[in-house]
């Protein structure tokens, strides 16, 4: 079963969005790896609800991407093309975390897969 567990919102402009979110919401970001994504921190450690961030849309044409976390990446993905959706970035490493793909749903809509590396969660 693959639990929601992050959201990232695609922009144009990461840095702007990002000023945005932190006037609006108190937000907290990060930058992330050295690429154009920026983890954010949405409240207290604790508190119901999840953290994301913010990212290039990376040529997927879509403001929100949810990611789920999986036991087995492949196995997901495997899953996802015999529902009949489709591979739109395939299996990519998050270095120190884990790997993740991106892909499509029967009606376009991208969804983030991610497998955690062992201790990470």
């Known amino acids: 079963m693959g639990k929601l567990r992050h959201i990232a919102i695609a922009v144009p402009d990461a840095d702007e969005t990002a000023k945005f979110y932190e006037q609006a919401f108190d937000w ?3 930058q992330w790896g050295g690429i ?4 954010a921190t ?3 450690e604790g508190e119901p609800g999840i953290n994301g ?3 290039s849309d990376m040529g997927m044409n879509q403001s929100v991407i ?3 976390v999986v036991q087995s990446l492949d196995d ?3 899953r996802v093309v015999a529902a009949g959706g ?3 970035r395939p299996r ?4 120190g975390m884990g790997f993740v793909a991106y892909c499509k749903d029967t009606e376009g809509n991208v969804v983030g897969i991610f497998e955690p590396s062992m201790g990470q969660g």
């Open 28 to 30: 907290k970001f990060e």
């Open 36 to 39: 154009d994504y920026w983890l």
């Open 42 to 44: 949405t409240g207290p």
């Open 53 to 55: 961030a913010i990212t």
């Open 66 to 68: 949810d990611t789920v």
């Open 76 to 78: 997901s993905v495997d």
């Open 86 to 88: 489709s591979v739109v």
């Open 92 to 95: 990519t490493e998050v270095p």
